[in-house]
């Protein structure tokens, strides 16, 4: 049988949800029935090279800057596509969808397109062309052949918004349970490296530098667990989480939190360090749909705190705790429940944690439910 050609068209390759989702997909999908091509819109970006190299996946790059798509750029991505000659083409997130579909009509290459919408809704929070581009959304999804969302909250915003229902497919993210298990060793190791006394309880958040985020309940939040409890140590990591970023040392320097919170970066060794963790925390104001780094952090046995944005409540479910967003003082108390517990009762949530995302959530289980969707639009199945 002929193998399947998917061409899939993202944004840009820098770390982050979608664009992880995308290399866990194309690595555990079947190369015999499954051809996978990639076309980063942008730069090869951290990702590039394990697509490439780890995983020997032909990648394309249009090098374009951000909010510079022009009619060049779209007659280099045409001649792209049709140097692959795909059986299917997938966009990711907003600007890879609409690129897909614009794509295909200049390329004029006879396949179907997919969207895969990666978050929630927030119109306002978006930047103009970003708007654009999500309300081209409500006018070319006759273009698409199926519309995927990680999350049902994102699915139903954005039928309300007015895109087409009919042709929603939810498929949640998949997770390594195997790379991001548990630990025993793993904080030991985190608070030597971190040089600070072993009976500290350390609480993480993971997520890259930006207004989405709301570092600053997170900050308010974690000032209000250090006046409660001496012995807790804070790890933060992601995309310029470090003191070169001058707006979050000001805000730690402004709230005196200088020794407790420990800034790592973007780390390459995430299942290493939240397996370390107490508990993790995710603030979130808005945007998120199925955050990857809840369910990495459930997979370890780690109990979460996290704001009710997207599908968080529900994959969390009773193995948390959810707060409203934007407020410092409840997240600081869902934190100190947590906290609260003892280390037995935090192991047996966390363990709890962990089955609900190998039941429901393990990576394998989500490539076939992508590979038989990419099955019937391509074969009619």
């Not at 997938?90 to 295909?104: C, E, F, K, L, N």
């Not at 804070?234 to 020794?259: K, P, R, S, Y």
Request: aromatic share 6%.
């Amino acid at each position: 049988m002929k193998p399947i050609n998917i061409c899939h068209i993202i944004t840009g390759l820098n770390r982050g949800g979608a664009e992880h989702m995308l290399v866990k997909l194309v690595s555990g999908m079947d190369r015999q029935r499954y051809r996978n091509t990639v076309i980063s819109m942008m730069g090869k970006g951290v990702y590039g090279s394990i697509l490439e190299h780890d995983l020997g996946i032909p990648l394309y790059t249009l090098g374009m800057k951000a909010g510079s798509m022009n009619m060049g750029m779209v007659f280099k991505l045409a001649h792209m596509i049709r140097s692959v000659r795909p059986d299917l083409l997938q966009g990711w997130m907003y600007h890879g969808d609409i690129a897909a579909s614009v794509g295909r009509f200049v390329s004029r290459i006879r396949c179907p397109v997919l969207w895969n919408i990666r978050g929630t809704l927030s119109f306002e929070n978006e930047k103009p062309l970003s708007r654009q581009i999500i309300r081209l959304h409500r006018y070319l999804d006759r273009s698409a052949a199926a519309i995927i969302y990680n999350s049902r909250v994102a699915a139903r915003q954005h039928e309300e918004f007015g895109v087409d229902s009919c042709k929603t497919a939810i498929i949640p993210n998949g997770f390594d349970t195997d790379d991001f298990s548990p630990r025993p060793e793993a904080q030991q190791k985190l608070l030597q490296r971190l040089g600070v006394p072993a009976t500290c309880l350390v609480l993480g958040l993971s997520a890259r530098f930006h207004k989405m985020k709301d570092f600053e309940t997170f900050l308010q939040a974690a000032s209000l667990v250090v006046s409660a409890r001496q012995n807790v140590v804070f790890v933060l990591t992601g995309t310029d989480v470090n003191l070169e970023n001058a707006a979050l040392a000001e805000m730690i320097n402004d709230l005196g939190l200088q020794d407790r919170l420990h800034l790592l970066g973007d780390r390459a060794d995430m299942q290493v360090i939240i397996a370390g963790l107490d508990c993790l925390c995710l603030s979130s104001a808005w945007g998120e749909g199925f955050p990857n780094v809840i369910g990495e952090a459930m997979s370890c046995g780690v109990p979460c705190v996290v704001t009710d944005v997207g599908d968080s409540a529900s994959i969390v479910g009773p193995y948390g705790r959810v707060v409203p967003p934007r407020d410092p003082d409840a997240l600081a108390a869902g934190l100190l429940d947590i906290i609260g517990l003892s280390a037995a009762e935090r192991t047996k949530m966390g363990n709890a944690a962990r089955e609900k995302i190998i039941r429901e959530f393990a990576l394998p289980a989500i490539v076939r439910r992508y590979e038989s969707l990419y099955e019937s639009v391509v074969c009619g199945n």
